[in-house]
């Protein structure tokens, strides 16, 4: 048994974890309320290892934001603008394949896309924008669309989610983001995004997706107005659906942004409060198989410690970051593949390259170099991506 397990106050959690038993709401509860974040870290790393033993992963994607205009105002939200705006945009689908275009000469295997929801774009846009991207390579994975998207979508189409959603697969969507879940418990949501789908449409969207065989993420908004109770019951709802149909590939908790937006909060999550989030996550959600540190909120110095505390993926290179950083986040825009590698392995684990879905692409040795320094002219091409995104 881990040192600080022996003398710790979590010893009957972490037998109940050994013993492949479920913990409750309550145990929950209790882990994020004790000080003792190396005690039930131990019990987090040893879920980790058990499920994807030394190996944590990362992908090489690239974000595109094709608008941000939408019709919805919440609260906690720097991202969007109204049509007024100066600073708003939006891409043409030629833009769009231009910039994916680019990635794929960088070797990226995900395109990562979400905007807001636009107040005069057709439907057809966004099949159009599907089909253009998949001509470019069929290889590509398309991971596109937060669950109030696919209801925006619906409304347009004028047809009932599965259909839209059966359309957009037809279209090319892979796979659909876990953006938008914020925090379920009602008083919060409406407190923080008010006229957003409520928590069952969320639900219901991703159910509905998975059962026409398709896999999608999930998130948790944190450290803002909600309890540790409203934490808890948030990642009940996600474990619930899970045992129901098994297509989440992996969770991704999100830190909350203070910057830029209408939710007065003092105290931003701290990098306390991230491991610990990471760490309950992972004991809790005992039937998701991955839990990723999301680098462009923590850092990727925080993000590579949380590998020690229940995560086993990184995230992605991701090139662009826009709705993070309008927020006040100081992370940089990209990771190369590189750095990704690196941060991997001074945590101790043996990095590994993967998919949209969590499955392998490429393993990297426990030890030794890593790929060899960019070509001339790629730093140029990711900096040009930047300076006209």
């Not at 049509?83 to 394949?97: H, L």
């Not at 209801?151 to 957009?168: D, F, G, S, Y």
């Not at 993926?313 to 006040?328: R, S, Y």
Request: with cysteine; net charge neutral; aromatic share 10%.
């Amino acid at each position: 048994m881990n040192f600080f397990l022996e003398r710790s106050e979590l010893r009957d959690l972490y037998e109940k974890v050994v013993a492949n038993q479920r913990i409750s709401e309550a145990d929950a509860v209790r882990l994020f309320q004790t000080k003792d974040l190396n005690a039930f870290g131990a019990i987090a790393d040893f879920v980790c290892r058990r499920k994807n033993r030394d190996r944590a992963s990362y992908i090489i994607n690239r974000y595109i934001n094709y608008s941000n205009y939408c019709i919805l105002s919440c609260q906690f939200c720097a991202f969007a603008r109204k049509k007024r705006d100066a600073d708003g945009f939006q891409y043409t689908v030629e833009e769009i394949v231009q910039k994916a275009r680019e990635a794929l000469a960088l070797g990226i295997t995900e395109l990562h896309i979400v905007g807001g929801l636009h107040p005069s774009l057709p439907f057809n846009y966004y099949l159009e924008m599907l089909r253009a991207l998949k001509a470019l390579d069929p290889r590509l994975q398309l991971k596109c669309f937060t669950a109030i998207e696919v209801l925006h979508l619906a409304w347009l189409a004028r047809k009932p989610v599965p259909e839209t959603l059966q359309e957009l697969r037809d279209a090319g969507l892979n796979s659909l983001t876990g953006g938008g879940a914020e925090i379920f418990r009602k008083s919060i949501r409406s407190a923080i995004a008010k006229g957003k789908e409520s928590a069952e449409e969320y639900l219901d969207v991703h159910r509905t997706w998975h059962r026409l065989g398709g896999r999608s993420t999930c998130t948790m908004l944190y450290g803002h107005i909600e309890s540790i109770e409203d934490r808890v019951d948030h990642l009940r709802q996600l474990r619930d659906l899970q045992d129901e149909t098994r297509g989440f590939t992996g969770f991704v908790p999100l830190p909350y942004q203070p910057e830029n937006n209408a939710i007065p909060v003092k105290k931003p999550p701290t990098g306390f409060d991230s491991l610990r989030t990471i760490a309950v996550s992972r004991i809790f959600l005992d039937n998701f198989d991955h839990i990723t540190a999301y680098w462009v909120g923590m850092g990727l110095k925080l993000a590579q410690v949380a590998l020690s505390y229940g995560a086993d993926d990184l995230h992605g290179t991701i090139v662009q970051e826009k709705i993070f950083h309008m927020a006040g986040a100081t992370s940089p825009q990209l990771q190369t593949e590189n750095e990704m590698v690196k941060a991997i392995r001074e945590a101790g684990r043996v990095p590994v390259q993967r998919n949209t879905f969590y499955e392998p692409i490429k393993e990297w040795p426990a030890n030794g170099a890593v790929s060899p320094e960019a070509p001339p002219g790629r730093t140029a091409v990711l900096e040009g991506n930047l300076a006209t995104a």
